[in-house]
């Protein structure tokens, strides 16, 4: 067993030019999955049990199953359905860059919620207080003192979601998609080499993971720009 | 619900086989993360930057590559090693239980590694300065108070590495292993019902989270029995 640099070399670009579709599974669902674990958060904090109870099952279920199975249901499951496939959304569940899309997305807002409700939950009682001493409505308090506190709180556990985000986005190679494992596989398949090809694709990985972790590290130093310095 | 007749067995057998790979990478994660821990926690520079590499490694890695690259890359080898003595073998591989259920548990361990070195952290030192003074060994002390410690600590966490073994399991019918998302391709295939089908896996996974998650709960509560009223 040899090392095959010349492959790498070789492969190299053929699996960055999937880069673009990692990136843009990433970024849209991460996104999408955003405004709806914002939409899920509202709904667990809204106090009212038929907005609470479905939000609840809803996180429950998708973080209680496997992403691949996810994607599955998405992809091959829904048009078994008649009207799903007479539905304006076919579109884009016929494509399966729309179905991984469409379940990173869920599947992420589950986990996401949980983060931010956690945030929420971290708001120190006494600025509350102060803000209802201030006489703001309940709306206010939300707005100019939950959420900006919130968003620092989670942001680090928020920043591991988006990694695991990245790392999830690889199964869409599983539904056909040619992102960065995806063409990987099509070259293991091809040249049966493994090592050269996977790990340097892990390598890719790492990197990418990498700069998110560094990103995040900035946004996070900016957030808590006005909060005291620890230590 | 028609459909699914005669394939309840099939899904059982495939359920087994879950609880087959969980109970399996169960105890090797806990072995990864406790050797890691330990590296990282030792005084040995060498220890550590091994074990700083495996958590950087196996954390920026989709989990899906890592499990190509071991079952793969283990059949290279193997076939390798089989050539040597019979050239006539073709093909020779890890069985992808095997190969899967070690893929999943290295990278589960490399985040039970951070879990466990936080929690020997953890453990109060006035306990273990007490341990000294009543003449413990190193090794006693090990045993009676910083596991007993530590392990309370790591437990919310490590439920979660648990419930990520659970669904990382789907991943292993990537490489062929016969559970229950591989039953539901051969359903498939004779019902043409994709969604039915998938949608029995994902209630099966669902059942194997709300046991484990039960479980740590009770766990949880054994271990705070001694600890009630101490806060």
Known sequence: MSFDLQLIAESLPMMLMGIGITLKLLVIS?????LLAICLLLMRISGRWY?????QIYIYVFR???ILVQIFIVYYGLPQFEAVRDSVFWPILREPTGCAILALSLNTGAYVSEILRGGVLGVDKGVLEAGSALGMSAHQKFIYITAPIATRLALPAYSNDVISLLKSTALASTITIADMTGIARTIVADTYAPYEIFISLAIIYMIFTFGLQKLFGVIERYLSRYTKREG | MDVLTGWWDDYF??????GKVFLCSLGLMILFGLLGAMAKLSNSRIAHKVA?????????????????????????ILTSIAQVFNPEIKFVDVPPFWAG???????????????FRGAFLGVN??????????GMSDLQTFIYVR???????????????MLSLVKDTALISIIGLNETMFVAKQAITVTGKPFTMYIVVGAIYLGFSTLVTLFVMGVEKFGERTTVGAK
């Not at chain 2, 596991?147 to 590495?161: T, Y």
């Open chain 2, 125 to 134: 030192p006035g306990s273990i300065e007490a341990a000294r003074a009543l």
């Open chain 2, 147 to 161: 596991i007993p410690e530590m392990w309370r600590l790591a437990l919310p966490p490590f439920g979660n590495h």
């Open chain 1, 30 to 34: 991460g996104i999408l999955g955003l």
């Open chain 2, 101 to 115: 259920t070690i893929a999943i548990s290295i990278i589960v361990g490399s985040y039970a590694t951070e879990t």
């Open chain 1, 64 to 66: 209680g199953t496997p």
């Open chain 2, 13 to 18: 057998w495939g359920a087994l086989v879950v």
């Open chain 2, 52 to 76: 700083g590499a495996y958590t950087v490694v196996f954390r920026g890695t989709p989990e899906i590559l890592v499990i190509l690259l071991l079952y793969f890359g283990s059949a290279i």
């Open chain 1, 51 to 55: 907005f609470n109870v479905p939000a």
